[in-house]
């Protein structure tokens, strides 16, 4: 014959089944509560521990300029390399953001440098009096923008009026011309001064005289600049 043990009242009963069904629930709540179960805005900047959100956490795109604070990403905050000339907008690198000496001149194109070029000539050269001949050359490296200025002194071998004609050539085409008056005097009377445009090639300062004549301190400078503007 079985002894009989003691018998569960229906409170109690009730008691156990609910215990049973919370610790479920918890158990099943642990496990299943995901991003789609958070309702917008329920998890705030309060609610999580310092670091919990690392990059590797952050979809691509997720935090885009809109939601960072002005000034929270600061120089210290960057990886080197991290910003790099196709991340910037156009006009977002004024000049008053650019520490003195940190372009130098290395760090540029050979377009966006300033450079200059010089040729002189020797004094006292005969001017042609048949055709245009070369008193200097300046050789300037091709693809650039420069501005390109001669000077030269001319002096009178003949006992009448002369004239001297000069023109800048660039690579054979014609870029400027001028012309000198001389005294009926041997002596260095007129000085011309050209100034005239160039993309590059050989630069050249022709001339040519109505009657003898010389020439001295011819000097053909340019300077690369990064771009020139023609005004009317």
Do not use: W
């Amino acid at each position: 014959m079985r002894s009989k043990g003691p018998r569960l009242s229906p409170g109690t009963a009730i008691g156990c089944v609910a215990l049973l069904l919370a610790l479920a629930g918890t158990a099943y709540a642990a496990g299943k509560i995901g991003s789609k179960q958070l309702k917008a805005g329920a998890v705030t900047t309060k609610k999580l521990k310092n670091g919990a959100v690392s990059s590797a956490k952050l979809a691509d795109g997720a935090v885009n300029s809109a939601k960072l604070a002005d000034g929270s990403v600061s120089a210290s905050k960057l990886a080197d390399g991290a910003v790099s000339t196709g991340k910037l907008a156009d006009g977002a690198v004024a000049s008053s953001k650019i520490a003195g000496s940190a372009v130098t001149t290395q760090e540029l194109t050979p377009e966006e440098r300033s450079e200059g070029f010089e040729s002189k000539a020797m004094d006292n050269q005969p001017v042609s009096t048949v055709d245009f001949g070369t008193l200097t050359t300046l050789s300037l490296p091709a693809g650039g923008h420069y501005l390109v200025n001669v000077t030269a002194s001319f002096a009178n071998e003949a006992a009448v009026a002369n004239s001297v004609l000069c023109r800048v050539r660039d690579d054979g085409a014609f870029v400027t011309e001028g012309v000198a008056t001389l005294a009926p005097a041997v002596v260095y009377s007129a000085t011309l001064s050209l100034v005239g445009e160039s993309d590059g090639g050989s630069v050249a300062l022709t001339c040519t005289a109505d009657q003898s004549a010389l020439a001295k301190a011819v000097v053909m400078t340019a300077i690369r600049v990064a771009s020139i503007e023609v005004q009317p």
